[in-house]
């Protein structure tokens, strides 16, 4: 019954005090900032063929009246991904193709590719995108806007927002909400919008960046070799100003993820990474989140009395507050009563993680092994 208890008394904690997170709040809605200054747009892309045409399109589609640019890093594209935004872009004078220079060691990819982009970068704001997130074309003036106001009378350097994700398959129905509800969970969105708080969090496919923040800390190279780049991004700028992320109501990502395997691996590469390597705190998570979900649903199923009274208040509880983010993706409630099957995925994952991790071959994207080191 122990157990039971303690899982029910941390779902209270989670719920009441846990800066909001199951809200899947705030959104950012469409704006118009007072001052229009220049920004300059930077993709970093590796064999994004398939998308990268519509995504520079939504990008020189904005309806943002300041000085912009969008600056293209190829980074060793063997799928034709330059041509494919070159012929998107036509001869628009604003779109600036870079063919990337080979990775120097200790980098990631992507950073390095961030690296090349900005170096080419004069404006005085910076917007980092992915190459499989389209744009609707009030975006870029309401993330100004969103900029142009305080929060708790701070000045804003970093505005990030969590893009829609793609969810039409099985596969992303049963697991991109939950990792979107984890993601709220491990960042409450609330104490990262708060700068009195020391939680720090971004979304990679948006990041709109003051530049003097960017070379306060020292600038990319300072994070060359990050892995979970956006959170350690964000968390460089909030220890000098402050920082806001959101839900996106006019970004979103067409990267199809259509089989389970595609999501596993998304969530396997940097799990054990978000865990600094350590095998200690390995255990304690995994045994965290078998209290967190597992023991509930066991608790209704096999226990009696108090035990199960207490279990089915946490599952109650969990189910609950996974609600809102299902919403957001138009995914029915009854997904809610799968949580301890999805966490059972997601613990699986981090445990393939590792796995990799201890046999030497680290975190792996696009056909680049970054090693156990990085």
């Known amino acids: 019954m122990m157990l039971a208890v303690i899982a029910a008394l941390i779902w209270l904690y989670l719920y009441a005090l846990h800066g909001n997170f199951w809200q899947s709040g705030p959104e950012l809605t469409p704006a118009r900032p007072a001052l229009t200054p220049s920004v300059d747009i930077i993709v970093p892309a590796r064999d994004e063929a398939g998308t990268i045409g519509a995504v520079i399109a939504s990008l020189l589609a904005q309806d943002y009246t300041g000085i912009f640019r969008v600056i293209l890093v190829d980074d060793g594209s063997t799928d034709g991904t330059a041509a494919a935004a070159q012929a998107a872009a036509g001869d628009d004078p604003r779109f600036l193709l870079l063919a990337g220079e080979a990775k120097p060691a200790g980098w990631s990819g992507k950073l390095w590719a961030l690296e090349q982009g900005v170096a080419q970068s004069t404006a005085p704001f910076v917007l980092l ?23 708790r009378g701070a000045r804003l ?8 994700l793609n969810c039409a398959s099985t596969a992303e129905r049963a697991l991109i909400p939950a990792f979107v509800y984890f993601f709220q969970m491990l960042y409450p969105f609330a104490r990262v919008n708060d700068p009195l708080s020391a939680t720090a969090a971004a979304a990679g496919g948006v990041v709109l960046i003051r530049r003097e923040a960017l070379e306060r800390f020292g600038g990319i190279v300072s994070i060359r070799g990050a892995l979970i780049d956006d959170v350690t991004l964000a968390q460089r700028v909030k220890q000098g100003g402050a920082i806001y992320l959101g839900h996106s109501s006019l970004a979103r990502s067409i990267r199809p ?5 595609d999501i596993r691996a998304m969530i396997a590469r940097t799990a054990f990474t978000q865990l600094r390597y350590s095998y200690g705190l390995l255990a304690l998570t995994l045994a ?3 209290l967190v979900w597992l023991v509930p649903p066991l608790a209704v199923l096999f ?7 207490f279990g089915l208040i946490a599952y109650a509880i969990a189910v609950l507050t996974y609600q809102p983010t299902l919403r957001r993706y138009g995914v029915g409630w ?6 301890p099957l999805i966490a059972l995925v997601f613990m699986e994952a981090t445990l393939a993680s590792a796995w990799r991790y201890a046999r030497g071959t680290g975190a792996a994207w696009k056909n680049r092994d970054y090693g156990a080191a990085s």
């Open 257 to 261: 993820y259509p089989d389970f395997h």
């Open 303 to 309: 226990g009696d009395g108090a035990a199960r009274l």
């Open 288 to 290: 965290g989140l078998a």
């Open 157 to 164: 350097d970093l505005v990030s927002e969590m893009v829609r």
């Open 129 to 151: 995108t992915d190459a499989d997130i389209t744009h609707d074309p009030g975006h870029l003036a309401t993330l100004m806007a969103r900029m142009e106001q305080p929060l």
């Open 334 to 339: 009854t997904w809610g009563l799968a949580l």
